[in-house]
């Protein structure tokens, strides 16, 4: 079974910054990314794919988030990051990590929240 865990949220103000962070790991378990994404969770509003990133580095993002986040990886860490600068009052959600293997099994994380507010 494979293990996500975010960090890095909290609240910030409009116009500030955050880093999340999203380690993967495994006890008795070998497994290979494929890719790792980050989606978030607003109140009252569905689940979206935020950002994701393939073991190749390859990155795609959310129009809404394009020129203010940037999806990251170290693949010997195993971890993900997601840097997001000039963060608005409607990024405010809880932001989940998701991990693709190559054998296309799905984990999740248990999210982390981010507010933003003045």
């Known amino acids: 079974q494979v293990q996500l865990v975010e960090s890095g949220g909290g609240l910030v103000q409009p116009g500030g910054s955050l880093r999340l962070s999203c380690a993967a790991s495994?006890?008795?378990?070998?497994?290979?990314?494929?890719?790792m994404k980050w989606y978030r969770q607003a109140p009252g509003k569905q689940r979206e794919l935020v950002a994701g990133?393939?073991?190749?580095?390859?990155?795609n993002y959310a129009d809404s988030v394009k020129g203010r986040f940037t999806i990251s990886s170290d693949n010997p860490k195993n971890t993900a990051y997601l840097q997001m600068d000039s963060l608005k009052l409607e990024d405010t959600a809880v932001y989940y990590c998701n991990l693709l293997t190559t054998s296309f099994t799905e984990y999740w994380g248990k999210g982390t929240p981010v507010t933003v507010s003045s």
């Open positions: 495994a006890s008795g378990t070998i497994f290979n990314i494929y890719a």
């Open positions: 990133i393939t073991s190749h580095g390859i990155t």
